[in-house]
């Protein structure tokens, strides 16, 4: 081969290469934009899901508070019962002493 021949296969050679080498930084460009997407919709949907959590924190919030105030509710009822049942427990005691003494006084 003559110098010109192997000066031309060398460029050739060369422009192949730059070819590729084009072919590939595409290549790689159109992934990198593709991540790029992704990785934007992640952080909407990152942004999304902590707007929807505080939501969510917000509204246990208030379950608890309602809960805390329902357990009072429940608490004082149950006092309530307990103090209208201890005095009804009085006052049948006391209408039987005052039946026993009434019989006791209608026998003498």
């Keep these: 081969l003559t110098e010109k021949d192997e000066d031309r296969r060398e460029?050739?050679?060369?422009?192949?290469?730059?070819?590729?080498?084009e072919q590939k930084e595409t290549v790689l460009r159109h992934e990198f934009e593709h991540l790029q997407e992704e990785?934007?919709?992640l952080r909407q949907t990152k942004t999304e899901?902590?707007?929807a959590m505080s939501e969510l924190?917000?509204?246990?919030?208030?379950?608890a508070e309602g809960s805390g105030q329902v357990m009072a509710k429940i608490a004082e009822?149950?006092?309530?019962?307990?103090?209208s049942t201890?005095?009804?427990?009085?006052?049948?005691?006391?209408?039987?002493?005052?039946?026993?003494?009434?019989?006791?006084?209608?026998?003498?």
């Design 11 to 21: 460029l050739d050679a060369a422009r192949d290469d730059a070819r590729r080498a």
């Design 39 to 41: 990785n934007n919709k």
């Design 49 to 51: 899901n902590a707007a």
């Design 57 to 63: 924190q917000a509204e246990n919030e208030r379950l």
């Design 77 to 83: 009822l149950e006092r309530s019962w307990k103090q």
């Design 86 to 108: 201890d005095a009804r427990k009085a006052e049948k005691k006391k209408n039987r002493e005052l039946n026993d003494r009434m019989q006791q006084a209608a026998t003498e």
